[in-house]
Antibody
Framework: EVQLVESGGGLVQPGGSLRLSCAAS????????MAWVRQAPGKGLEWVAN????????YYVDSVKGRFTISRDNAKNSLYLQMNSLRVEDTAFYYC????????????WGQGTLVTVSS | QSVLTQPPSVSGAPGQRVTISCTGS?????????VHWYQQLPGTAPKLLMY???NRPSGVPDRFSGSKSGTSASLAITGLQAEDEADYYC???????????FGIGTKVTVL
């Protein structure tokens, strides 16, 4: 059974930093593109970033470029999202998701972790 | 403001058929990228409902069907059931943004 378990969310002040983690199991992590998707409370889904199997390619939504960094550790079957210079509008549930390669969809999702940016 | 356009809500009585539209542009759906659909039940994470325009993952009832034409796609639910009450999101890939794009989500209410 595929499992994606996010952790690291919490309350942080504007301008602060947070690092999210996602522990993957039940599939061959090294074969999969991985992504982060967020959802502000009561709002829709927004793709944040994704990363290739070996980490050599990374893509970001414009609103987080230069502030967020996606990374992975294939030896630990783990995905990360380093979030710096956080803004109030970054408040959201952050979901880790497994992509289906070149077909551009998200076949498995974690349960999400809540990031709240507030003073 | 989402790149893909969906109606904010649709409703129907049990047993009826409802459809949700998803309209994109020449850099996403119109460029030939497939449309995928996710179901989000209240208080839970999204779940893949339909992929590649019309393909259902294992376990998804055949009451759900999808189609795509030009710059638009649609999701149909036939024989609507109370358990179908959820938010539904369409998603594609956008070549000008080099990333995934979603619709705003459509809330399906079973009357």
């Amino acid at each position: 059974e595929v499992q994606l378990v996010e952790s690291g969310g919490g309350l942080v002040q504007p301008g602060g930093s947070l690092r999210l983690s996602c522990a993957a199991s039940g599939f061959t992590f090294t074969y999969s593109w991985m992504a982060w998707v967020r959802q502000a409370p009561g709002k829709g889904l927004e793709w944040v970033a994704n990363i290739k199997q070996d980490g050599s390619e990374k893509y970001y939504v414009d609103s987080v470029k230069g502030r967020f960094t996606i990374s992975r550790d294939n030896a630990k079957n783990s995905l990360y999202l380093q979030m710096n210079s956080l803004r109030v509008e970054d408040t959201a549930f952050y979901y880790c998701a497994r992509e289906r390669g070149s077909e551009y969809f998200l076949q498995n999702w974690g349960q999400g972790t809540l990031v709240t940016v507030s003073s | 403001q989402s790149v893909l356009t969906q109606p904010p809500s649709v409703s129907g009585a049990p047993g009826q058929r409802v459809t949700i539209s998803c309209t994109g542009s020449s850099s996403n759906i119109g460029a030939g990228y497939d449309v995928h659909w996710y179901q989000q039940l209240p208080g839970t994470a999204p779940k893949l409902l339909m992929y590649g325009n019309r393909n259902r993952p294992s376990g998804v009832p055949d009451r759900f069907s999808g189609s795509k034409s030009g710059t638009s796609a649609s999701l149909a639910i036939t024989g609507l059931q109370a358990e179908d009450e959820a938010d539904y999101y369409c998603q594609s890939y956008d070549s000008s943004l080099s990333g995934y794009v979603f619709g705003i989500g459509t809330k399906v209410t079973v009357l």
